[in-house]
């Protein structure tokens, strides 16, 4: 059984529960590990506004806060972690995680050349007409994702696909096209040539897409490719549980042929079968 969360966001981004809040929530719901991944940093202005990042500043006061917090809570562990934006100079991001002492770096792609792919349906359809078409934004989308895991400073992608979120029943683009199904694939082989992970994401089941993050094709072909695999609840909200769709990602994950996910301990992973046993849990 899956009892670890990998991303999980709090107030010091966009979240709605305070780091010990939180914890105290993956306390009650029997997690037995979670990474803190707030979004970091934000070093350009996209063209919409967004409120989901935070500066260094706060970022490393945060870091002290969950350090506390790793050592008062016995029976979870807790990671250090950040979900690191795609900034279109990734050395611009390398100098912000310079010297910042992570457990385990998401990296995810939410802003595209000014265009933000997830923060609404309205933003989200102006993609079509700002790359024109969703080929080519889609397409560009993807190619952004490859040059994340290739740039060598992320340990697992997030929510690989989010360019369906707004996307049910294939409303907009075609999710079985030659071209989208393409670019998935071109992406998926860049990852595995990086040995970087990606991440199962349950928030897609929330959202109006109602399926993980990435789809089943997706994560089959990615178990082709031994692509490893991290798994996150992205947990934003006070009405969600922090271990949302877990057992749904495990099911997921095993009809693609897998059978283990990826933690990361100060940047060096480790390999968890689904069947490891929760550890006792107490809060000190
Ligand atoms: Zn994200
Ligand atoms: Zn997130």
Redesign the pocket.
Known sequence: MITWNLHAHTTTSDGDLSAEELVQRAVDEGLSGIAITDHFPFPYEPDQPVDWATSRRVFERHLRVVEALQHKVDGLEILKGA?VEYVPSLDTLAHWLRGLDLDFVMG?V?ILDGWVV?WSEEIFCQGRKRFGGWRTAIECYYDAVGELAESGLVDSI??LD?VKKYNPQSRFFDEDAPWYRRAVEHCLERIARTGVAIEVNTAGLRRPAADLYPSDWILRRARELEIPVTVGT?FHRTHDRVSDGLSVAEAALRAAGYESFLIFRARQAETLSFSVPSQDRAWA
Do not use: F, L, W
Request: zero cysteines; glycine letters at 12%.
């Open positions: 979900e995810g939410h997830d997030a929510h989010v992205d």
